[in-house]
């Protein structure tokens, strides 16, 4: 029989110049596939405990600097991270009435029309989407009971939120029925729309949407 190999924990310490950096998430991947995560305390720093040694992927987000990611060599030890300060956006949705839309998506489009980031707004209508290079970012607001809203905005300052308001205009709304071609209701089809939100839905047991 051989010996276990030896396990490590490792420490990882995050700052900003020079101030530490509380709840970064830090990750520890082999390929697509986290072996270890945590996160940091009040003073930066994070415990990895039970590694097998070898090379990994170290990864340390925050939403309010630039994601950092590098090859580690496994072992006993620490680690430390400076994290860049990042530029990101708070937006605001409102409906017609003026009143704020908690559960709206806010999505962020990068080159080609790809998906970048989303965030959810909270019951006050706010979210926030982090880690953004200074650039000029297309985003969309859209809950499904309203007409989406659109927007280009410039991202300039790293360390400081862009803000933005959404105000979403009332809904329009098509209805239907799915059949086959003997006019048998397809019951659980997929019938989607062609707009910038490619929004989807799923038909009932009579073949509704």
Do not use: Y
């Amino acid at each position: 029989l051989s010996a276990s190999p030896a396990r490590f924990a490792l420490q990882v310490v995050v700052a900003s110049g020079g101030v530490p950096v509380a709840e970064a998430k830090v990750g520890l991947a082999l390929g697509d596939d986290l072996v270890a995560t945590g996160v940091t305390g009040s003073d930066g720093r994070v415990v990895l405990a039970d590694l097998a040694p070898g090379r990994l992927r170290l990864i340390v987000a925050h939403p309010r600097h630039v994601r950092h990611e590098r090859g580690v060599d496994v072992s006993a030890g620490t680690l430390s991270v400076e994290l860049p300060p990042a530029a990101w956006l708070r937006a605001h949705v409102l409906d017609p009435g003026g009143r704020a839309v908690a559960g709206a998506n806010v999505q962020i489009l990068g080159p080609g029309g790809r998906e970048r980031a989303r965030c959810e707004t909270n019951l006050e209508g706010v979210c926030e989407i982090g880690e953004l290079e200074p650039a000029t970012w297309v985003v969309q607001a859209f809950t499904g009971r309203h007409r989406p809203a659109r927007a280009e905005l410039r991202v300039e300052d790293r360390g400081r939120a862009t803000e933005h308001t959404f105000r979403l205009s009332e809904n329009r709304t098509l209805a239907g029925r799915v059949v086959d071609d003997r006019g048998t209701p397809v019951a659980g089809a997929r019938v989607g729309s062609s707009d910038d939100t490619g929004g989807f839905t799923t038909a009932d047991d009579a073949g509704r949407f």
